[in-house]
């Protein structure tokens, strides 16, 4: 069953999530899990991408692959969550089908 998802805006969350969360380290990104109970059944996502990837154009297409990635995969994930997608410049030259398989088993760690 879907959950309600929102995306995480404010800085102070990204931060706490850094330093209370889970850090999972991957080939084209890096996953963020902080587990919650304070969200009401919810799961919220947020999604970095910094000028190491690129310009803005390059930025912006990692973070809408990345939105895609958490629309299939982090809908199904763990409810009461929060989870910060980070973007690695070998995003972009990755096929979709194996970033799916690559965040469906670091979501599932």
Do not use: P
Request: net charge positive.
């Amino acid at each position: 069953m879907a959950h309600k998802i929102f995306t995480i805006k404010k800085r102070s969350t990204f931060v706490m999530i850094r330093n209370e969360g889970k850090f999972i380290k991957s080939k084209n990104m890096n996953v963020q899990i902080l587990d919650n109970q304070n969200l009401e059944n919810s799961i919220g996502i947020g999604y970095t991408a910094s000028k190491k990837i690129g310009n803005a154009v390059k930025r912006n297409k990692a973070k809408r692959i990345m939105r895609e990635l958490a629309r299939k995969i982090l809908i199904n994930g763990k409810i009461n969550s929060y989870y910060v997608l980070i973007a690695k410049s070998s995003i972009l030259e990755e096929k979709f089908e194996k970033l799916l398989l690559e965040l469906k088993e670091k979501a599932n760690d």
